[in-house]
């Protein structure tokens, strides 16, 4: 799934931002600080979400992957 077909399933917009676990190169943090990309810390868990909305500020999660 690409990012330019993603919309946010909260209120349609397209204004989805990746969030980042785990190790971010510096030109991640570059992005982070203008807002393009979400840094979601250093933990990897499988139940975090995957986007942001940058619009109504939700978290998207991924619906394939539920476990339970
Ligand atoms: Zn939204």
């Not at 330019?4 to 989805?16: E, L, V």
């Not at 810390?41 to 619906?63: D, L, M, N, T």
């Amino acid at each position: 799934m690409s990012l330019s077909d993603m919309t946010c399933p909260f209120c349609g917009s397209s204004g989805i931002l990746p969030v980042i676990y785990g190790y971010a190169p510096f030109d991640i943090l570059v992005r982070a600080d203008r807002g393009e990309v979400i840094l979601g810390g250093a933990c990897v868990e499988p139940s975090q979400p995957h986007w942001k909305c940058s619009a109504c500020g939700r978290f998207i999660y991924p619906e394939e992957g539920d476990g339970e």
